[in-house]
């Protein structure tokens, strides 16, 4: 919980930056994953899972977050099949809008912890709908071919490499 999304507006002092923490988003508890800029400067992040302890189930703090005022404030746009284990959040660099996001999950663990699904999931309107285009993979990142916008790999934990060339199809094959 002492994690989170901390920013300095004054790099350039070097070891006399001063950095401040951001406001946490909503439901997090410190396991910012990673921090997205758009090209109008709003902020896309994920969190992701916290499992306090080795006997307890994955806590629902996981998930994409989106800030339009540099982080002074956060909606929350997690489907909720994603709020258990989210890993990366990606945004195509093809759509000029910035709208079309990917998350990756995996599947959470532990009792009490039901509707995680893992696998990659797409939205076209920042978050405000998702679709879950790939199902039953534990995946921890994807890319697109920046000279091929209908061109993704994705990685896994355990079925390796992943390809889809009609990534933008409204169900892609991989």
């Known amino acids: 919980t002492k994690g989170g999304i901390w920013k300095t507006n004054n790099l350039s002092a070097g070891s006399g930056a001063t ?14 994953f990673n921090i997205n800029v758009l090209k109008n400067g709003d902020l896309v ?18 998930g994409v977050f989106y800030s339009t005022d540099g982080g ?3 909606s929350d746009r997690t489907d909720a099949a ?15 809008t910035g709208s079309t996001w990917y998350a990756c999950t995996f599947q959470a663990w ?3 912890v039901s509707g995680n699904l893992p696998g990659l ?7 405000l709908n998702w679709t879950h285009i790939l199902s039953n993979s534990h ?3 994807c890319t697109i071919n920046p000279s091929n916008p209908n061109e993704m790999y994705v990685g896994t ?8 060339n009609n990534i933008n199809s409204g169900s892609p094959a991989f």
């Open 19 to 32: 950095w401040t923490r951001c406001v946490s988003p909503p439901r997090t508890q410190g396991h910012a």
């Open 45 to 62: 992040v994920s969190f992701s899972a916290r499992k306090p302890t080795s006997g307890t189930s994955f806590t629902a703090s996981s």
């Open 72 to 74: 002074a404030s956060w």
């Open 82 to 96: 994603m709020k258990y284990y989210t890993k990366g959040v990606v945004i195509d660099a093809n759509d000029t």
């Open 110 to 112: 532990g009792s009490g």
């Open 121 to 127: 999931f797409k939205t076209t309107n920042k978050g």
């Open 139 to 141: 995946v921890n990142s």
């Open 157 to 164: 934990e355990a079925d390796g490499l992943l390809y889809s």
